[in-house]
């Protein structure tokens, strides 16, 4: 079982549609979660960081995680095809360590 | 802020020669990545550094790599002899430990193995 798990994808939405990107991980001691947006041929960059459980909102993006059921997800609203990327979840295990394990990503694109 | 600086952003050699990434991390940051990333097994964290100081090197495949950070501006990972499967985008990360755990990606070096 890897680490950290994402939906494999590809996952293709409507313009002005939800998408919905999931992560599973497998450490229980798991303190940080990060998600992270890839352009093709870029390097990732970092959309939003969470770690209570519960939503964490930030513009069109809604960070949702839930420690019981090791499970975090990242909700795109009124999706745009400037958001069609490749997303990767990052978990780091304990207060403030410093390694980032990541998913192998979904793909995601938004077509207009 | 220029970010963090890679080079060379590309990389064409043949087998068996000698491969020198370099990285400048942002100043003030005082952790630094390196990173594998293909697609065949994503993004892999090789080595991390906090201080200075190696942390975690777990991931380096095998003793062809080998990383150092003489200082806190400057990073090299070596490989040497390098393979055509070494062939990815190699990328380093900074972050400041004092903040967010945000890390700040550099824009890569895409090395090609022939």
């Known amino acids: 079982q890897k680490e950290v798990e994402q939906n494999s994808g590809p996952l293709s939405v409507p313009e002005g549609a939800i998408a919905s990107l999931n992560c599973t991980y497998s450490?229980?001691?798991?303190?940080?979660f990060f998600w992270y947006r890839q352009y093709s041929g870029k390097s990732p960059e970092l959309i939003m960081f969470i770690y209570s459980n519960g939503d964490k909102e930030d513009g069109r993006f809604t960070a949702q995680l839930n420690k019981a059921s090791q499970y975090v997800s990242l909700l795109i609203r009124d999706s745009q095809p400037s958001d069609s990327a490749t997303y990767l979840c990052?978990?780091?295990?304990?207060?403030?360590?410093?390694?980032?394990?990541f998913g192998d990503g979904t793909t995601l694109t938004v077509k207009p | 802020d220029a970010g963090v600086i890679q080079s060379p952003r590309h990389e064409v050699t043949e087998m068996g020669q000698e491969v020198t990434l370099r990285c400048k991390p942002i100043s003030g940051h005082n952790s630094l990545f390196w990173y594998r990333q293909t697609m065949m097994r994503g993004l892999e964290l090789l080595i991390y550094?906090?201080?200075?100081?190696?942390?975690?090197d777990s991931g380096m495949p095998e003793d062809r790599f080998s990383a150092k950070m003489p200082n806190a501006s400057f990073s090299t990972l070596k490989i040497q002899p390098s393979e055509p499967r070494d062939s990815a985008v190699y990328f380093c990360?900074?972050?400041?430990?004092?903040?967010?755990?945000?890390?700040?990606f550099g824009p890569g070096t895409r090395l090609l193995v022939l």
């Open positions: 990052a978990v780091n295990s304990g207060v403030h360590a410093g390694k980032s394990t």
């Open positions: 990360a900074s972050r400041d430990n004092r903040g967010a755990e945000t890390q700040y």
């Open positions: 450490d229980r001691g798991s303190q940080s």
């Open positions: 550094f906090n201080n200075n100081v190696p942390i975690d």
